[in-house]
């Protein structure tokens, strides 16, 4: 098993930044993949990116592409999401998950065996 907390979330203005952490813990030799997604109100989960742990290889939503970084320290088994020139579009509950196996379909949250309990976000404009 893997667990995953997630950390980070608050309120700012249109135009800030902020990063959130992900902690993996458990048999984290396991995941081949770590991902971000995030759900608002109404609507499904979202794929926001990912990051391969092999190589390091990341795949962003085009939502969030040039405005989001997803990044790890491995020795801490930390994943970041760094979010910049945030939008109120971007208010969600944002989740980290974790993939046990390649796919070929990595933005369906199915894909996922590992969920953390998410972290609001809030973007007023």
């Known amino acids: 098993q893997v667990q995953l907390v997630e950390s980070g979330g608050g309120l700012v203005q249109a135009g800030a930044s902020l990063r959130l952490s992900c902690a993996a813990t458990g048999r984290t030799f396991a995941i081949v993949a770590m991902a971000w997604f995030r759900q608002s109100p109404g609507k499904g989960r979202e794929f926001v990116g990912r990051?391969?742990?092999?190589?390091?290889?990341?795949y962003y939503a085009d939502s969030v592409k040039d405005r989001f970084t997803i990044s790890r320290a491995d020795a801490e088994n930390m994943v970041y999401l760094q979010m910049n020139n945030l939008r109120p579009e971007d208010t969600a509950v944002y989740y980290c998950?974790?993939?046990?196996?390649?796919?070929?379909?990595?933005?369906?949250?199915?894909?996922?065996?590992?969920w953390g309990q998410g972290t609001q976000v809030t973007v007023s404009s």
């Open positions: 998950a974790a993939d046990r196996q390649f796919t070929a379909s990595p933005t369906l949250p199915t894909e996922y065996d590992y």
């Open positions: 990051l391969r742990r092999a190589g390091g290889g990341t």
